[in-house]
């Protein structure tokens, strides 16, 4: 089974910095899928950005872009002139690409971002 | 509305009352997904549909819980005699179709609380 483990249950960031939020994920596949949602005071999740373990080169969203160390299993967000409205939980997910695995999303606990004015 | 709605958005249930969780896809999704948001954590996976198909429930905590999605689109989530540990938020998702990537798309969750 996958597991996804974010070690950082809080970050803050001052606006217009720049934040790391890390994850790290253990898996015996070879191919997957890796994503960051958002999810703010609303609970809707939110889709931020996503990156296939095949592709070495690092997925970019405008001010969002990934971190994908493959051997070492781990897959950061860096987010960029940080927003107000970037504030909420984001958590670090693992889907498989095997057929028949569902294609079910394995979460991390979680990181709560405030962004300081 | 083109999202997943969920209904309803609050539920407050007395021990050991039933309760039935509704999810509405987007239209066309194929397959559907229900997971349990317990508070401070990242969601956790119940159940898996591919239209009426229930094709996964290994997620399901007990056999308390009850999934149907009976025509392929809308499904309901039941929870039988509640109990204050099935006090969460319940997430539903959808995508289109099964296979290469097919992104997830989120409801708003109904907050369950058990008294």
């Known amino acids: 089974a996958q597991t996804v483990t974010q070690s950082q249950p809080e970050m803050s960031v001052q606006e217009a910095e720049t934040v790391t939020l890390s994850c790290t994920y253990d898996?015996?596949?070879?191919?997957?899928?890796l994503f960051w949602y958002k999810q703010p005071p609303s609970r809707q999740m939110i889709l931020v950005i996503r990156?296939?373990?095949?592709?070495?080169q690092n997925a970019t969203e405008n001010r969002f872009s990934v971190n994908f160390q493959k051997a070492a299993k781990s897959f950061s967000l860096k987010i960029s002139d940080s927003q107000l409205g970037d504030a909420a939980m984001y958590f670090c997910?693992?889907?498989?690409?095997?057929?028949?695995?569902?294609?079910?999303?394995?979460f991390g606990g979680g990181t709560r971002l405030m962004v300081k004015p | 509305g083109a999202g997943v709605s969920q209904s309803p958005r609050y539920k407050v249930a007395k021990r050991g009352q039933d309760v039935a969780l509704r999810c509405d896809p987007i239209?066309?999704?194929?397959?559907l997904f229900w997971y349990q948001q317990a508070l401070g954590q990242g969601p956790e996976f119940l159940t898996y549909?591919?239209?009426?198909?229930?094709?996964?429930k290994s997620g399901l905590p007990s056999d308390r819980f009850f999934a149907e999605r009976p025509e392929g689109s809308v499904s309901t989530l039941k929870i039988q005699r509640t109990q204050q540990e099935d006090s969460a938020v319940y997430l539903c998702?959808?995508?289109?179709?099964?296979?290469?990537?097919?992104?997830?798309?989120f409801g708003p969750g109904t907050r369950l609380t058990v008294l």
């Open positions: 998702a959808s995508s289109l179709g099964v296979g290469t990537y097919n992104e997830q798309f």
């Open positions: 549909f591919q239209n009426e198909a229930q094709l996964d």
């Open positions: 990156q296939e373990a095949y592709k070495q």
């Open positions: 997910a693992y889907r498989s690409v095997e057929i028949g695995a569902g294609n079910m999303l394995t």
């Open positions: 898996t015996s596949e070879s191919d997957y899928y």
């Open positions: 239209s066309g999704h194929v397959s």
